[in-house]
């Protein structure tokens, strides 16, 4: 079946895929030094060869297949996107700016992983526009570090965050992970503190979810995790420190000081465009979804991308809005669908609310932090009542 009987998007000589201006660009970087036992996003291994073929495919896509106008942020993930060199890095962002045009106001993000040296690389990267770095901490301690796998030590992580700030780049991100194994609230305060101490301007605290497949699966048994009980007690310490520490919660795993939410990630939780490029990669253009299968052979060879079927109906906003702590606005969801919040929704929420898992009011409906703990059941809960 072709791309165009079926209404997949998908390039031809004839017409390119074309998103609106200000579109987010996902790049995905397949490749990384040694995968952790936790992950389940798609890598690989590599060589120069590879690295330098993969950054010529994805050159190739945005000169003849794709088209953002103007994307209002680039964010390059991974995988370990830092493996493909600074200059790599440059080339692509030339070719973006060459072909749909780059603002100097857009967010321009690189992940990192620490361990190497710098300098150079974030000076180019600076000069090519790069103005957000988001590094792989997941903890301060290095006992927990070494449970998880990790090579860098937390001296590396902080020389990364001055490299980074020497070379003119502010915007800056660590992740943390919560529920590690034996981790305690007490050693949690401390990677907070951690982060704090570096003054970076974003955190993002994921729970440790064992996913099939994983080194972690298999070691499941063997594995110290805590229990749920500690897990939630966690997760509420991690809340309650960084909003002490001047972090302000925007989604239930993300917190920045404000200004420093990440534009790119906020564009898909309030389901707006995006083109991501890569193995695996996802998108959302002209009301379509669909991605790139998990193959870096299928994907250097042309290999087209899947159709996922229609996006962005009202279902699918309000379960991305209520990730976010402003939650599901009534202005936005009228203007959005030319109608006011479902009645069963709003009732279902009322209800949630006298049991303190969100707060509705005539601007909309938002969880709170019990709510987030719970955040599948309580979503789901609402999308049923909603008649979705």
Known sequence: MSGASSGLPVPSQEARVRGRPGAGLYIHVPFCEKKCPYCDFYSLGFSEEQINVYTKCIIDKIYNDYSIREPGSVYFGGGTPSLLGAENLARILKAVRTCWGLSCAAEVTVEVNPGREWASFFEILSQHGVNRVSIGLQSAHTVELERLGRRHSVRQVAETVRAARRAGIGNLSLDLMLGIPEQTGTSLRESIAFCAGLDVQHVSAYLLKIEPGTVFDRQRKTLLLPDEETVCTLYETACEELERRGYRQYEISNFAHPGFES????????????????????????????????????????????????????????????????????????????GPLPAGLVRKAAVLARAGFCTVDETGVRLTRKGFLLSNEVIAGLLCAAGF
């Not at 389901?271 to 002209?286: D, T, V, W």
């Open 263 to 338: 534009r790119h990630n906020l564009k898909y939780w309030r389901c707006e465009e995006y083109l991501g490029l890569g193995p695996s990669a996802h998108s959302f253009l002209n009301g379509r979804r669909f991605y790139f299968p998990r193959s870096l052979k299928g994907f250097l060879s042309g290999g087209m991308p899947v159709d996922d079927g229609p996006g962005g109906d009202a279902e699918e906003y309000v379960l991305l809005a209520l990730r976010l702590a402003e939650g599901l606005q009534a202005a936005a969801f009228r203007a959005r669908y030319g």
